[in-house]
């Protein structure tokens, strides 16, 4: 019972960090002048409480600290916590399960800016786990004389690791141990280089997770209470300051490709023998716009014998190797070349890091530490079969001078990903394909750049013919140096032969080609998470996460890797855009991300921040409100929860104009007014055209359904 006394106590003491009944906050969290002790563990004395993010990552900071003397392995109802004892002092390695404490309102109703911390086990079911740990972590803190949050260096880890030292320990007599890899080298390291408590990161932290509940909260609460007043039902609905943007950009693209016609467009190409082998030249003249067009030339040149080479060139191209991974980099190439998610990249190089492996995989940074013993770990790696022979050649080749290229991206906590050198053991092979993507690029990193040529002959019809350029091109790698180790940006390769100028080749044919406009390709997880990287929304650590959820919330729904927009992303998007519209902006969300950025660096204070997003929230809400009905009506209209009294006909969505809902009114516009460009360039009936735009895959689905529903009568004439 002693430990529910010490849990209330502790919950009591934290009522001075919450915020009063206005949601303004009282104060900021006192941060004590540096605790001014030894930094080095060694020379601590009495209990010290050492605070893991994982269990995992506790065993690599016992297996690293305990070279001194043996630790002492225990278990709590599953837990396991290990004691190393040596003469004065006493350390208690006990580990988290990520974040242990949620925010939390008892408040019904929006706008709401009352909240306050609680352990996540009271807070959602699904935390229930959570509950042993926080109940080990209280009877371990009790009474030690100094806590260190060795958590993950980052704003996630900084946070952890202050609410629990906030709760059952004493920040007062904290200290920070700052690592990038849980390798016994580097941990020893952080452990006689502790300081004192990150504020900055643990500002920034609490600040952003302040930031997407008040946001979060306030307008799920704000769409489902519009959808209760005018139909009466209580629907889940969520929206949030970064998952929001993130959907506009999905359903931006999806509406592009539902909407899309595609235009006939014409190139000539041509087919000439050279010793014997074909080649086929292309042009593609901005005058050839119609089918007409094409043809006549084609007439023009089709009897010539020979084509005339006009000029020859050959370009030498050196290639740098790309700089080492951050993590962004690292999801796309997992995902182009394995079709791996960012997320499940994302876990498997956190396993990875885990075991001691790869260093801190959630990094922006483009650039390996400058201290980092580059010789050592590719000596380590070269103990590993299949990169034995690598290493040695890179070895040689640079002649032991290593010197890594770099990226200009930079993170102010962690370096880019490397290998730690510790030898993998038994990896499954997804773990196998992450790691050795890993490696691959370290190597490369030191290499030579590949040296490729570009060739490109031009060609014309002998004398008085139009004005017609063919082009030929082709690629030779010649000299591989990087691509040897990172063999994934290997160019592929197309020879073409020396030209000299004024040489004729026999021209063998030439033909009208044509092609379609293709539309915007299908969004994939990896190309979503990109964009969020390219608009700076989100964090290394969030947005593979963010994406998960918007699945999970069934905006999207994924079909062979590729993402697909549901009904009811669309509509949400819809009415945000239509009555909450800066919620859906990134600009709105990048500012908020940019003041995190400046809390992070201490320029900022988190209570101004809170402020000015609570004040931001509550003009918005303002503005919902009084079209709350409104709002309501659609979003139940959308969600089959109520029927329109007039509906489009081709689906259940309310009537825009015409018999037909925006989306197909859309699409109906659109199709009358493509078919004028179709009849210039290809000079089709309305009949042809309509039978040509339904055959196509590419045509939007929108198109698509509306064209079904068109008698063949109803185009123009
Ligand atoms: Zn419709």
Redesign the pocket.
């Known amino acids: 019972m002693a430990r529910y006394r010490r849990l209330s106590k502790a919950l009591t003491n934290y009522i001075s960090f919450k915020e009063d009944e206005r949601g303004a906050i009282k104060k900021p969290i006192s941060r004590p002048s540096s605790i001014s002790v030894k930094k080095n563990i060694w020379d601590l004395i009495g209990k010290v409480v050492i605070i893991a993010e994982k269990p995992k990552a506790a065993r690599r900071i016992v297996e690293a600290l305990s070279y001194k003397t043996k630790p002492k392995l225990y278990r709590s109802n599953g837990v396991p916590y290990w004691i190393i004892r040596s003469s004065a002092l006493e350390l208690y390695v006990v580990p988290s399960a990520g974040h242990l404490f949620g925010l939390y309102t008892s408040k019904w109703g929006y706008p709401t800016f009352t909240y306050e911390w609680r352990p996540l086990y009271e807070i959602d079911k699904k935390s229930s786990y959570t509950r042993k740990f926080i109940n080990l972590l209280s009877k371990i803190c009790r009474e030690a004389n100094y806590y260190i949050n060795a958590c993950d260096y980052d704003i996630e880890g900084s946070v952890i690791g202050y609410m629990i030292i906030k709760y059952f320990g004493d920040p007062h007599r904290s200290l920070r141990a700052k690592f990038s890899s849980l390798t016994p080298y580097e941990l020893r390291k952080a452990f006689t280089q502790l300081t004192d408590l990150d504020w900055n990161m643990v500002e920034a932290g609490l600040c952003r997770h302040e930031l997407d509940w008040i946001w979060g909260i306030n307008v799920s609460r704000a769409l489902m209470d519009s959808i209760k007043t005018v139909s009466g039902k209580r629907l889940i609905l969520s929206a949030g300051r970064v998952q929001t943007p993130t959907l506009k950009y999905v359903v931006e693209n999806e509406v592009e490709r539902y909407l899309f016609i595609p235009l006939p467009q014409y190139s000539i190409s041509a087919t000439i023998i050279v010793d014997g082998e074909r080649y086929t030249l292309e042009y593609k003249g901005d005058s050839i716009e119609t089918r007409n067009e094409a043809e006549a030339l084609v007439k023009s040149i089709k009897d010539k014998k020979y084509l005339k080479v006009v000029d020859y060139k050959e370009e030498y191209w050196n290639i740098n190797p790309p700089p080492p991974f951050n993590l962004g980099d690292l999801q796309a190439e997992a995902a182009r070349i394995y079709g791996f998610s960012p997320y499940k990249t994302q876990s498997i190089a956190e396993q990875l890091y885990l075991n001691a492996y790869i260093s801190y995989p959630r990094t922006n940074s483009q650039k390996l530490p400058k201290d980092l013993n580059y010789r050592s770990i590719l000596n380590n790696i070269a103990k590993i079969y299949q990169y034995n022979s690598l290493v040695k050649q890179l070895l040689a080749e640079t002649k032991g001078v290593l010197k890594p290229v770099e990226g200009p991206k930079e993170d102010p906590a962690h370096p880019a990903i490397y290998p730690t050198g510790i030898i993998p053991k038994g990896l499954k092979s997804d773990e196998q394909k992450i790691y050795d993507l890993i490696v691959r690029r370290f190597l490369a990193v030191f290499a030579y750049k590949a040296k490729i040529v570009h060739k490109i002959a031009y060609f014309k019809p002998l004398s008085r013919s139009p004005e017609i350029l063919f082009t030929l091109s082709g690629k030779e790698i010649v000299e591989e140096g990087w691509y040897k180790y990172y063999p994934f940006h290997r160019p592929s390769e197309k020879y073409i032969p020396k030209f000299k100028i004024g040489q004729l080749v026999s021209l063998y044919r030439v033909s009208v080609r044509k092609s379609y406009t293709k539309p915007p390709d299908k969004l994939s997880k990896i190309r979503i998470l990109k964009w969020m990287e390219n608009s700076q929304i989100g964090t290394e650590a969030t947005r593979a996460r963010i994406i998960e959820i918007l699945f999970s919330r069934r905006y999207l729904a994924s079909k062979s890797g590729k993402v697909n927009v549901t009904d009811l992303g669309l509509a949400v998007i819809e009415v945000l855009d239509e009555y909450f519209n800066e919620l859906t902006s990134i600009e709105l969300t990048r500012k908020f991300e940019n003041y995190m950025e400046q809390i992070r660096f201490g320029r900022m204070s988190r209570d101004r921040v809170i402020v000015e997003a609570r004040n931001t929230l509550e003009k918005l809400i303002r503005e919902f409100n009084a079209k709350k009905k409104e709002v309501g009506l659609k979003l139940s209209w959308r969600l089959k929860l109520l029927t329109p009294n007039n509906k489009?006909r081709?689906?259940h969505?309310e009537e825009y104009m015409n018999g037909?809902?925006r989306?197909?009114y859309s699409a109906f516009t659109k199709i009358t007014e493509f078919y004028k460009e179709w009849k210039r360039r290809e000079g089709v009936s309305w009949e042809e055209y309509i039978k040509a735009l339904k055959s196509f895959r590419n045509t939007g689905k929108?198109i698509k359904?509306v064209l079904e529903s068109m008698s063949h009568s109803m185009g123009p004439k």
Do not use: F, P
């Open positions: 489009c081709l689906c969505r037909l809902c989306y197909h929108w359904e």
